[in-house]
């Protein structure tokens, strides 16, 4: 019985893609965003479109764009077309766009190969069994399920379409259809360059099937070669001369080989790729190290690979000159796999192995599958010939197809994959990885709501993290992930072992962002306010800082530092960038206590506040500050009175950190000298002020009412060494402490320094009696000449 062949090539196309369907259901995963939502031409739509012409397609990717590696432009424009077009990206219109694509390349392959099979006189159902077998090879799934691989489907269909055009009107084409055909190949190379092995494909068909001499059968391929060659050279052109982003071992072992290893390693890889064409299982979407190992030639499993790839080649070679079509089936794979062999270390790709690798030389494999089973039902059963392939082949169909839903199903979210992969692959450091990252964004987003939830999904990306970490040992060469790690462990309240990660990626990268501010935030917690400021001005420096919070970080720092006029500058920056409420009370009470309650009120505004406490601790700051502005000390101590109960429920240490300071100076002058000690306490040891009048003000108390004159020293000293603006007083009060300790040569020295700032009868006086009890009469009558001059 005669099929007509549209009746089987459109029923196995749609069967093909229909098994596919429920990517229509799936979110955006791993490597799409290059192409869709983190490129940032194609999210403009058409605004920017002739820009994917120019430069290499990383070159617009938001993380660590580059432009080296790859130049496909078409690919590029087709997702800023989706995104003119639908308005926004939608991961079902970008998996639609594959599945129209997969099944579009399924009809022309069925109708390519039913055409160039007849012309063997083959029957249809070889053709359809070819087809079938690739329709459903659980191989595409990464490609067909993956929005990224658009590249792959549309340098196929393009490619595929072009040599099947140049097969119906080989000799025959006009100028205008060889325009077409090398149009169509010229999309498919700038959709991906993958398609430039099928030149071969071209060259095969005219010796195969049209019975061309080799040598007028490479002239057949000329076209298309040259078309090749100028891709390359435009290619050459707009991309950088320097090396790729590919360059290290994470993405490629063969960087760990040199001389015999590179060899035996390529053949292992080799058999792991004849592996996966007959049994597609395990599959994952990553192969990084350690999952493949350089290999040795001591190893058994190279030298079988050696010898069955031997046997491939020589039965290659010698069905050539008898036109076998094993021969053209076993040369059409190793040329659509060429581009992907690692044959010498300039063409090293980035990375071990992939199985979207296979979408092409699947092709091959289904037609030397089917080509073999024809042969033996041919010897076995001439009359019957389709029994055996169909008696072998349906049960490879039906587990094919099977495993090809199944397969599906994971790449629905980066969670379902990565956690899929993380099984499937477990010895690659990047399955862990991906993992660990996809559990901390969730948990991220979990960790408001949900904490508990959030909790078990950090402390399980902490253990992916750290099985990455032993997969690549200590060098760790992407210290990136150094980063991410800490905030899971910052999250588990780790801090210890986050400062260590985030030292350690500061080590590796000085300039990241992320280790320094977190760094800086650390600090502040512990009340070490000039590491926490050398730290945010380091991230100021650092590669694409997060410039609101570092510089509100940064302001509110140099607040707890009493540097009230960087402290405005900072937190102004920071309104330039991010327009945080918090920031604006930050700057309203710095503007307060400063004495500008205008600019203050400019800021602090009650509206929309949460509690009514809120709202008084805010009015209380701007009273209090105005009044203490004024030596008003009365007022102000009664509207700081009010702030003290509320002070630690709204979260008074970030909002007025030099409440205490202001508190108990109002206290100290209104005569409460018990109640201003105890605050000005709380400033010097709770909050960790560095304000010297704070710690002049303690000493004062020390001094006058305690009559401690050893701690009245340390505290005046210590409002020295904070840098006390009226240098005078302080070393006269310092001199003071020291003189009633009967520390006559220190006090002496204080005095003197004191003299360097101004002059008064009482320093000089006291200097004239400290030197005559010192015994140096010359300067004790240096000083009483002083002190006559200066009456």
Same mark, same amino acid.
């Given at each position: 019985?005669?099929i007509?062949?549209?009746?089987w090539?459109?029923?196995?196309?749609?069967? $093909?893609?229909l098994i596919?369907l429920p990517?229509?259901?799936?979110q955006y995963?791993l490597?799409?965003?290059?192409?869709s939502?983190?490129?940032?031409?194609?999210?403009k739509?058409?605004e920017?479109?002739q820009?994917?012409? @120019?430069y290499g397609?990383?070159?617009f990717i938001e993380?660590?764009p580059?432009?080296?590696g790859i130049?496909?432009p078409?690919?590029l424009?087709?997702?800023?077309?989706?995104?003119?077009?639908?308005g926004k990206?939608?991961?079902?219109?970008?998996?639609g766009?594959?599945?129209?694509l997969?099944f579009?390349?399924?009809?022309i392959?069925?109708?390519?190969?039913q055409?160039l099979?007849?012309?063997?006189?083959f029957?249809?159902?070889f053709?359809?069994?070819?087809?079938?077998?690739?329709?459903?090879?659980p191989?595409h799934v990464?490609v067909?399920a993956?929005a990224?691989?658009?590249?792959t489907?549309?340098?196929a269909v393009?490619?595929?379409?072009?040599?099947?055009?140049?097969?119906?009107?080989?000799?025959?084409l006009k100028?205008?259809?060889w325009?077409?055909?090398?149009g169509?190949?010229f999309?498919s190379?700038?959709? @991906?360059?993958?398609?430039?092995p099928l030149i071969?494909l071209v060259g095969?068909i005219?010796y195969?099937f049209?019975?061309?001499?080799?040598?007028?059968?490479?002239?057949?391929?000329l076209?298309?070669a040259?078309?090749?060659?100028?891709y390359?050279l435009?290619?050459?052109?707009?991309?950088?001369?320097?090396?790729t982003?590919?360059?290290?071992?994470i993405n490629s072992?063969?960087?760990?080989?040199d001389g015999?290893?590179r060899i035996a390693?390529?053949?292992?890889i080799y058999l792991q790729?004849?592996k996966?064409?007959?049994?597609?299982?395990?599959?994952s979407?990553?192969y990084?190290?350690?999952q493949?190992?350089?290999?040795q030639?001591?190893s058994?499993?190279?030298?079988f690979?050696?010898a069955?790839?031997g046997?491939l080649i020589?039965?290659?070679i010698r069905?050539?000159k008898?036109?076998?079509?094993?021969?053209f089936g076993?040369?059409l794979?190793f040329?659509?796999?060429?581009?992907?062999?690692?044959l010498?270390?300039?063409?090293?790709i980035?990375?071990?192995l992939?199985?979207r690798?296979?979408?092409?030389?699947?092709l091959?494999?289904?037609?030397?599958?089917?080509?073999?089973l024809?042969l033996l039902g041919?010897?076995?059963?001439?009359?019957?010939?389709?029994l055996?392939p169909l008696i072998?082949?349906?049960p490879v169909?039906?587990?094919?197809?099977?495993?090809?839903?199944d397969?599906t199903?994971?790449?629905?979210?980066n969670?379902?994959?990565?956690?899929?992969?993380v099984?499937?692959?477990?010895k690659?450091?990047?399955?862990h990885?991906f993992?660990?990252e996809e559990?901390?964004?969730?948990?991220?987003?979990?960790?408001k709501?949900?904490?508990?939830?959030?909790?078990?999904?950090?402390t399980?990306a902490?253990?992916?993290?750290e099985s990455?970490?032993?997969?690549?040992?200590?060098d760790l060469p992407?210290s990136?992930?150094?980063?991410?790690?800490a905030?899971v462990?910052?999250?588990?309240g780790?801090?210890?072992?986050a400062i260590?990660v985030l030292?350690?990626?500061i080590k590796?990268?000085p300039?990241?962002?992320y280790?320094l501010?977190?760094?800086g935030?650390?600090?502040f917690e512990?009340?070490d306010?000039?590491?926490?400021?050398?730290?945010?001005?380091?991230?100021?420096?650092?590669t694409?800082p997060n410039?609101?919070?570092?510089?509100?970080?940064?302001g509110l720092t140099?607040?707890?530092q009493?540097?009230?006029e960087?402290a405005?500058?900072a937190?102004?920056k920071?309104?330039e960038?991010?327009?945080d409420?918090?920031?604006?009370?930050?700057?309203?009470?710095?503007y307060?206590e400063l004495?500008?309650?205008e600019?203050?009120?400019?800021y602090?505004?009650?509206e $929309?506040?949460?509690?009514?406490e809120e709202v008084?601790?805010?009015?209380?700051?701007l009273? $209090?500050?105005?009044?203490?502005?004024k030596s008003d000390?009365?007022?102000?101590?009664?509207?700081?009175?009010?702030?003290?109960?509320?002070?630690d429920?709204?979260?008074?240490q970030?909002?007025f950190?030099?409440?205490y300071a202001?508190y108990?100076?109002s206290?100290?002058?209104t005569?409460d000298t018990?109640a201003a000690?105890?605050n000005?306490?709380r400033?010097?040891?709770?909050m960790?002020s560095?304000?010297?009048?704070?710690?002049?003000?303690l000493g004062t108390?020390a001094?006058m009412?305690d009559?401690?004159?050893?701690?009245?020293?340390?505290?005046y000293q210590k409002?020295?060494d904070?840098?006390h603006?009226?240098?005078?007083?302080?070393?006269?009060?310092?001199g003071m402490?020291?003189i009633?300790?009967?520390k006559?040569?220190?006090?002496a020295?204080?005095f003197?320094?004191?003299?360097e700032?101004g002059?008064s009868?009482?320093?000089?006086?006291?200097?004239?009696?400290l030197?005559?009890?010192?015994?140096?009469?010359?300067k004790?009558?240096f000083?009483?000449q002083?002190?006559a001059v200066s009456n």
């Amino acid at each position: 019985m005669k099929i007509k062949t549209w009746t089987w090539v459109l029923t196995i196309a749609l069967f $093909g893609t229909l098994i596919y369907l429920p990517s229509l259901h799936f979110q955006y995963t791993l490597d799409d965003g290059i192409y869709s939502h983190f490129n940032r031409v194609t999210v403009k739509g058409l605004e920017e479109w002739q820009e994917v012409f @120019k430069y290499g397609s990383m070159n617009f990717i938001e993380i660590s764009p580059t432009n080296t590696g790859i130049y496909r432009p078409f690919t590029l424009l087709t997702f800023a077309l989706e995104n003119e077009l639908v308005g926004k990206f939608d991961p079902g219109v970008s998996h639609g766009v594959n599945l129209v694509l997969y099944f579009i390349l399924l009809v022309i392959l069925g109708f390519f190969f039913q055409e160039l099979l007849s012309k063997k006189k083959f029957p249809w159902w070889f053709a359809a069994l070819i087809l079938l077998l690739y329709a459903v090879h659980p191989l595409h799934v990464e490609v067909v399920a993956s929005a990224k691989s658009r590249d792959t489907l549309l340098s196929a269909v393009f490619a595929f379409g072009a040599i099947w055009i140049w097969w119906r009107r080989e000799g025959n084409l006009k100028p205008l259809q060889w325009v077409l055909v090398l149009g169509l190949y010229f999309l498919s190379l700038i959709s @991906k360059e993958e398609s430039i092995p099928l030149i071969a494909l071209v060259g095969l068909i005219a010796y195969f099937f049209l019975g061309k001499k080799p040598l007028q059968a490479a002239l057949s391929a000329l076209p298309f070669a040259g078309t090749a060659a100028l891709y390359l050279l435009i290619r050459g052109m707009i991309l950088d001369k320097a090396a790729t982003v590919y360059d290290s071992y994470i993405n490629s072992i063969m960087y760990l080989a040199d001389g015999s290893e590179r060899i035996a390693t390529n053949f292992y890889i080799y058999l792991q790729y004849v592996k996966l064409l007959f049994f597609p299982h395990p599959l994952s979407w990553d192969y990084s190290f350690s999952q493949l190992n350089v290999q040795q030639f001591s190893s058994p499993v190279v030298w079988f690979s050696i010898a069955f790839f031997g046997v491939l080649i020589y039965l290659a070679i010698r069905g050539f000159k008898k036109r076998s079509l094993l021969s053209f089936g076993l040369i059409l794979y190793f040329a659509t796999f060429s581009i992907f062999a690692n044959l010498v270390p300039a063409f090293t790709i980035g990375s071990n192995l992939g199985e979207r690798f296979m979408f092409v030389p699947s092709l091959a494999f289904a037609f030397l599958i089917v080509y073999l089973l024809y042969l033996l039902g041919k010897k076995f059963l001439p009359k019957q010939t389709y029994l055996i392939p169909l008696i072998i082949l349906i049960p490879v169909l039906l587990g094919f197809t099977w495993k090809t839903i199944d397969r599906t199903k994971v790449w629905e979210s980066n969670l379902t994959i990565t956690r899929a992969d993380v099984i499937s692959a477990p010895k690659s450091w990047r399955t862990h990885t991906f993992y660990a990252e996809e559990l901390r964004r969730i948990a991220g987003e979990l960790k408001k709501e949900n904490p508990d939830s959030a909790r078990v999904l950090f402390t399980e990306a902490r253990r992916e993290y750290e099985s990455m970490i032993g997969i690549l040992g200590k060098d760790l060469p992407v210290s990136q992930y150094l980063g991410t790690y800490a905030e899971v462990l910052i999250n588990l309240g780790d801090s210890a072992q986050a400062i260590a990660v985030l030292e350690e990626n500061i080590k590796k990268n000085p300039k990241a962002f992320y280790p320094l501010f977190q760094m800086g935030r650390f600090a502040f917690e512990r009340n070490d306010f000039e590491e926490a400021e050398s730290y945010y001005l380091q991230a100021l420096q650092s590669t694409s800082p997060n410039m609101g919070p570092l510089y509100r970080n940064l302001g509110l720092t140099y607040s707890r530092q009493s540097k009230r006029e960087q402290a405005v500058l900072a937190l102004e920056k920071s309104l330039e960038y991010w327009d945080d409420p918090s920031i604006r009370n930050a700057l309203g009470f710095l503007y307060s206590e400063l004495g500008q309650p205008e600019k203050a009120a400019q800021y602090l505004n009650t509206e $929309g506040t949460n509690s009514p406490e809120e709202v008084l601790f805010v009015q209380a700051v701007l009273k $209090g500050n105005e009044a203490l502005g004024k030596s008003d000390f009365r007022t102000a101590r009664s509207e700081y009175q009010k702030i003290e109960p509320i002070y630690d429920q709204v979260e008074g240490q970030t909002k007025f950190p030099t409440f205490y300071a202001a508190y108990g100076k109002s206290l100290m002058e209104t005569g409460d000298t018990t109640a201003a000690k105890t605050n000005f306490l709380r400033a010097a040891n709770d909050m960790k002020s560095t304000d010297p009048v704070v710690f002049t003000n303690l000493g004062t108390i020390a001094f006058m009412k305690d009559k401690n004159f050893s701690q009245a020293e340390e505290y005046y000293q210590k409002a020295i060494d904070l840098g006390h603006t009226d240098k005078f007083s302080a070393y006269s009060n310092l001199g003071m402490s020291q003189i009633v300790q009967r520390k006559e040569a220190q006090a002496a020295a204080s005095f003197e320094k004191a003299l360097e700032y101004g002059t008064s009868r009482p320093v000089l006086g006291n200097l004239y009696l400290l030197y005559q009890s010192l015994g140096n009469p010359e300067k004790a009558n240096f000083y009483r000449q002083k002190l006559a001059v200066s009456n």
